[in-house]
Each structure stands twice: as C-alpha cells, then as structure tokens.
Nanobody, 122 residues
Framework: QVQLVESGGGLVQPGGSLRLSCAAS????????MGWYRQAPGKQRELVAT???????NYADSLKGRFTISRDNAKNTVYLQMFSLKPEDTAVYYC????????????????WGQGTQVTVSS
C-alpha cells in the first residue's frame, strides 16, 4: 500500500504563487508516474500535470506556462509550482501516483492523496 501526503495549499491573492508538495511512502515498487489533478466545486476532477519516471511532463493545455511540475525521485516527492494564480484556479488539488507492482506480469496500481485546498481570492 502507498500513502500520499500533500502539503502547501492555502489562501493566496490573485497573481500570487504557491508550491504544492506530495510525498509518497509505503510499499513503493516501481513508480510509473506522479501528478496532480484538481476539482473545483460543482466540477469534475481534471488533470493539472503529470511527470513520468523518465521525467517527461504532461500539462493541461490551459495551464501551460503558469504551472510547473517537478519530481525528486530519491524522496518519492512531486511538486507543483503555481504562478500567476487566478480565482478560477481555486480547487482541491489531489496528488496521484501510478505504479507497477512486483508481480509478473506487473499489475498497475493507482493511488490518490486526500487533497489540499487552494483558494485564490483577494
């Protein structure tokens, strides 16, 4: 079992910046990717960004240029640096991890953090 602990959320003014962190722990075997999703009130959960084990990143088109995802493989931690935040960025941000298990053929597992609230408001 893998546990994901997010941190770094909070209240920020429009135009401000915030950095989220997500640390993975537990029985981690082979991480395929880590990433961030968000869910605003009344809306479906949506992709923010992912980063795979080779460092390849994938962003929601609408967020490219304002958000940057990075990862510390040694710490099993993924970060989301958010710049120029807008009120519409207000949401609960969820950390996601996909890994392959130790069996052969490997089974793929997906885990979610509990979420961290980001509120952009003056």
């Amino acid at each position: 079992q893998v546990q994901l602990v997010e941190s770094g959320g909070g209240l920020v003014q429009p135009g401000g910046s915030l950095r989220l962190s997500c640390a993975a722990s537990g029985s981690i075997f082979s991480i395929v990717s880590m990433g961030w999703y968000r869910q605003a009130p009344g809306k479906q959960r949506e992709l923010v960004a992912t980063i795979n084990n080779g460092g390849r990143t994938n962003y929601a088109d609408s967020l490219k240029g304002r958000f940057t995802i990075s990862r510390d493989n040694a710490k099993n931690t993924v970060y989301l640096q958010m710049f120029s935040l807008k009120p519409e960025d207000t949401a609960v941000y969820y950390c996601n991890l996909i890994e392959d298990g130790s069996t052969w053929p490997p089974e793929r597992y997906e885990y979610w953090g509990q979420g961290t609230q980001v509120t952009v408001s003056s």
